[in-house]
């Protein structure tokens, strides 16, 4: 059997912008990406703190240590600049693998998104 775990998370980090006529996706700042083991492209989930919402999309990368977290497209008008969210990605595996796998988590400095 296969179940679907959490495989990545950068936890409680703030929106540094919203750009509703970008295609989609969210911008990530590529050293959180690298940290968490996120790669472009990836589905995620975003959890945001202040209002509750909860929605998928994809991950492009941004600019390296820019602390850039962009919500696009129509994922931009649930969230705001100043919001903290949770970035989720999971992984499927086989049930016995699953109990020993540790996740990579990542809690970034939430007023600048860096790694310090």
Do not use: C
């Not at 775990?5 to 989609?24: E, P």
């Not at 970035?87 to 988590?105: H, L, N, T």
């Amino acid at each position: 059997m296969q179940i679907q775990v959490v495989k990545s998370k950068i936890h409680r980090v703030t929106v540094t912008g919203a750009d509703l006529n970008y295609i989609g996706s969210i911008t990530v700042d590529e050293a959180l990406m690298e940290a968490a083991n996120i790669i472009e492209g990836e589905k995620v989930s975003i959890v945001n703190i202040n209002n509750g919402e909860r929605l998928e999309t994809y991950v492009i990368k941004g600019n390296r240590n820019s602390g850039e977290i962009t919500l696009n497209g129509p994922a931009a008008r649930k969230v705001q600049r100043g919001d903290i969210i949770i970035i989720i990605s999971y992984g499927i595996m086989d049930f016995e693998e699953a109990k020993s796998f540790k996740p990579s988590i990542v809690f970034p400095n939430e007023k600048d998104n860096s790694l310090t």
